[in-house]
């Protein structure tokens, strides 16, 4: 089946710095969606990306589906403590099916 | 208010019980999902359903069952036969383009 490699699996950081986490696939997609999970709670959803090339941005979360559509990475700047979760990406390769692939995630930890 | 509602949030069970998760959702979307979710392993596909009366195994359906007798509703009935069923499981619904998903439900075997 489809594979998603999300980087990277954890990171710890200052509050106030950048962060950049991103998902490389085995085969193209045609949407790259991007998740935050707090703690018990299901995920919300963050920014969706439907173009190759597609530069999307949330407050201080940017996004960017990849040329070759089979990459897409989420940018988090100045980060503050409640940043705090479990960031996940997902692709869909098309068609009638809606089945999306997810990343196993990437833990953030904010240092206030 | 819109969304997806998921039920119990938290459920024990003794093993050889079977149990019924309930996911129902107001959003008038065509497709709902079950993803089981363990520490590590992020979200593992169970069972999707497209169109009422119609529903497909994903990855790791052995042990579970599902139904789609209505658009808003999609249980999940975790069966004895699921080896390990100690998880957080998570209903979704969307259309082709984004997935939304409930607040969780945690199962816990005894």
């Known amino acids: 089946g489809q594979q998603l490699n999300q980087s990277p699996q954890s990171m710890f950081i200052q509050e106030g710095e950048d962060v950049s986490m991103n998902c490389t696939s085995s085969s193209i997609f045609n949407t790259w969606l991007w998740y935050k999970q707090d703690p018990g709670e299901g995920p919300v959803l963050l920014i969706a990306l439907y173009k190759a090339g597609e530069l999307t941005s949330n407050g201080r979360l940017t996004a960017q589906f990849g040329i070759t559509r089979k990459d897409s990475f989420l940018n988090i700047s100045a980060s503050i403590p409640s940043d705090v979760g479990i960031y996940f990406c997902a692709g869909r390769s098309g068609g009638s099916n809606y089945k999306l692939t997810f990343g196993k995630g990437t833990l953030l930890t904010v240092n206030p | 208010d819109g969304g997806i509602t998921q039920s119990p949030k938290y459920l024990f069970r003794k093993e050889g019980q079977n149990v019924t998760l309930s996911c129902e959702q107001n959003?008038?979307?065509?497709?709902m999902y079950w993803y089981r979710q363990d520490p590590g392993q992020g979200l593992r596909l169970i069972y999707y359903?497209?169109?009422?009366?119609?529903?497909q195994k994903g990855d790791i359906a052995e042990g579970y069952s599902v139904s789609r007798e209505k658009k808003e509703s999609f249980p999940l009935t975790v069966t004895s036969a699921q080896k390990n069923p100690t998880a957080f499981y998570l209903c979704?619904?969307?259309?082709?383009?984004?997935?939304?998903f409930g607040e969780g439900s945690r199962l816990t075997v005894l």
């Open positions: 359903s497209q169109i009422v009366n119609d529903f």
């Open positions: 959003l008038n979307h065509d497709a």
């Open positions: 979704a619904s969307g259309t082709a383009g984004e997935l939304f």
